[in-house]
């Protein structure tokens, strides 16, 4: 009987890996649109994706301080988040990334401040986190 529990658990933990291997797989095809204007720069200098500079570095994004990569110019609804505390979790990422504008306007009591993220990531937004936080522990 425990020797089936250890296989059940080690079979459900494979399953688990090659579907979140598939999401980063995913993600990381998804993440083509978001280059246009972010890169992905280790703390060391790696580029680990070459991109634009528009948006900032978003390596190590989940667990970080909203509005909080120095250097980075913010528009001022992000930035007023930013004030606040909050922490990128991977579900706020995913609500930010579909609409932008609405995050804010949502974290700020519908202040209609704009973000300077005009892109709306309509689909893969779970599979875009994946791939990003799976950056970080490469």
Known sequence: MKISLI???FAALALTTAA???D???GKKEFNKCKACH???SDTGEDIVKGGKVGPNLYGIVGKAVASTEDFKYGDGLKAVGETGMVWTPEELEVYMTDPTAWIDEKLGDTKAKSLMTHKQKKKQEEIVAFLESVVTE
Do not use: E, L, Q, S
Request: a neutral charge.
């Open 7 to 9: 296989a059940a658990t």
């Open 20 to 22: 979140n291997a598939d």
């Open 24 to 26: 980063i797989k995913d």
């Open 39 to 41: 890169a992905i720069k």
